[in-house]
């Protein structure tokens, strides 16, 4: 028998962690099917696997059957969100994502640690590990690189990459950043919080991502720049543009949503090498980034899944433009 509505009070805590105000693990489900099913997509978003997913989408059928959802806009959205998750983790289940190999043996240096950085060190090791074994056919290029966690390991990875020592690759490393210092940065999971600057909103940190950086940044082509419209004109600074040649590796940290990810895939794919460019969506495994997983749904025909470190961040294979 169906009741009602999910209770008011679980439907506020669900909507809180969809728009990221609420972190998981600040969740005491209490029994609720509905917090429960948010908090086990929370773990299998931080780590993939067969089994979960498996559960998962019984435990989405069975909550969404357990309710009826017309009692307002937050009963709708959650359901939206649980129907297009399910549907989603159903066409998931013939994916081939390789979890955790080859990477968690990677040792970074000390300089790359230190860097105040949102990254999971895991995927940390991801990075040096991409940036080790690229072909070299293309530019790496990072899309919000913030204090230089990502871009130092990357770094640091290229540096070992036996096609770039030999002459033979010719992949350079490009950042992109508006570089504007906002409040919420300071109030994240950052690694060595005591090292983050102190600045005043908008005030610009490039400065302080080429001092946490000094071991990596000479090897950088590092660019100030925002999406086109709005965000260049607000923050004062030139609008993304990619005009340098092929791309070999791809990551994306530049915010959770749609227009965003469309916004930079119109720019940077005809540049993206099909059948060989890796593209990584750092933001991938956060409960509030839906807007992510829909845009790589919707170019499930161009991007097919490769890679997922325990963490947030999922690659892709570029497959080719349809």
């Known amino acids: 028998m169906k009741i009602r509505s999910p209770p008011e009070s679980e439907l506020l805590e669900a909507c809180s962690l969809l728009s990221g105000e609420l972190k998981p693990g600040t969740l005491s489900p209490s029994g609720s099917p509905l917090l429960t099913v948010l908090q086990r997509l929370a773990w299998f978003l931080s780590d993939e696997s067969d089994e979960i997913r498996s559960i998962l989408i019984r435990e989405i059928e069975a909550t969404l059957s357990l309710y ?7 009963a709708r959205r959650v359901a939206g969100f649980l129907q297009h998750v399910g549907n989603a983790l159903r066409r998931q289940e013939g994916d081939a994502v390789i979890s955790n190999v080859g990477w968690l043996e990677e040792v970074l240096p000390d300089a790359a640690w230190r860097i105040p950085t949102m990254i999971q060190p895991s995927t940390m090791r991801y990075y040096a590990w991409l940036g080790r074994n690229i072909k070299g056919i293309g530019h790496v290029v990072e899309l919000g690189c913030f204090l230089g966690g990502a871009t130092a390991c990357l770094v640091h990875g290229m540096r070992k990459n036996n096609a770039i020592i030999a002459g033979e690759g010719k992949s350079e490393i490009h950042v992109f950043d508006s570089f504007r210092w906002f409040p ?19 005030q610009c940190f490039r400065e302080h991502f080429e001092r946490a950086c000094a071991a990596f940044v000479e090897d950088v082509h590092v660019h100030e720049g925002a999406l086109p419209g709005r965000l260049a004109a607000a923050y004062e600074v030139p609008a993304v543009r990619w005009t340098g040649g092929a791309v070999e590796l791809l990551v994306v940290d ?15 794919s005809p540049s993206l ?12 495994g956060l409960l509030r980034s839906q807007s992510v997983w829909r845009f790589c749904e919707d170019h499930r025909s161009e991007l097919a899944p490769l890679h997922r470190p325990t963490g947030t961040a999922k690659s892709f294979r570029f497959i080719g433009r349809r």
């Open 273 to 284: 090498i099909p059948g060989e460019s890796i593209v990584v969506f750092q933001q991938y």
């Open 254 to 268: 530049f915010g959770d949503e749609y227009t965003v990810s469309q916004e930079l895939w119109l720019e940077f």
């Open 184 to 202: 919420w940065m300071a109030n994240q999971d950052v690694t060595n919080p005591d090292q983050l600057p102190v600045l005043q909103p908008r």
């Open 68 to 74: 009826y959802w017309d009692g307002g806009p937050r």
